[in-house]
């Protein structure tokens, strides 16, 4: 009997991220605890007789499956290097179109940018900071692109209104002149004439 259920309470102690009691694994299984409390304590003899990677936890009265703890050092390694794997300036190209003008159909990133960035938008939103938000309208009914929470949590924002400006409101850009005679320097760059 208890093997019919081992194959069921590995995976879904797989599944679970949190420690399940035995109670609540024999409840989902149409099960009897006792039986099911029998098939964990078997995991947890097997796993520790082969010296897998995994093993199986008790805590109190719950069930957890965890690494091995002297491959701790190893996982904490393999995440760090991908939780810190920077942005390209592809990327925070696009993150920035998107955030300031969304919701942005890809076409308009592309139109922005002057450059296919299929893959970037799909590399953004893999990293959780980019997601599909509806249908614009817009001929042909474009996907529209925009921020997430994560992308607020991961740049420290509460809302987008926290965005920096794009250029500082106290120092207007610029006029452009006017005309086909007009320099392609401003005047207060152009040399005094007497150094012509």
Not at 120 to 125: A, D, K, N
Request: some cysteine.
């Amino acid at each position: 009997m208890e093997k019919r259920y081992r194959a069921a309470v590995e995976a879904l102690l797989f599944g679970c991220a949190d420690p399940v009691s035995a109670r609540h694994l024999a409840e989902v299984l149409e099960a009897d605890p006792a039986v099911i409390e029998q098939t964990l304590a078997a995991l947890q003899a097997e796993y520790d007789s082969q010296h897998r990677g995994i093993c199986l936890l008790r805590l109190e009265d719950r069930w957890q499956m965890a690494a091995r703890s002297e491959f701790i050092p190893y996982i904490q390694a393999a995440l760090a290097v991908k939780r810190n794997a920077p942005l390209s300036p592809a990327a925070l190209e696009v993150l920035a179109i998107i955030a300031y003008n969304q919701p942005v159909s890809r076409a308009f990133i592309e139109q922005v940018r002057g450059v296919d960035s299929s893959s970037t938008v799909q590399t953004l939103m893999q990293k959780g900071l980019v997601e599909e938000a509806g249908r614009l309208d817009l001929p042909g009914r474009p996907i529209g692109f925009g921020t997430t929470d994560a992308f607020l949590r991961t740049f420290g924002l509460s809302s987008l209104e926290d965005l920096p400006p794009l250029h500082d409101e106290s120092s207007p850009l610029p006029p452009l002149p006017d005309g086909p005679d007009a320099p392609d320097t401003p005047e207060d760059e152009l040399p005094p004439e007497d150094a012509i």
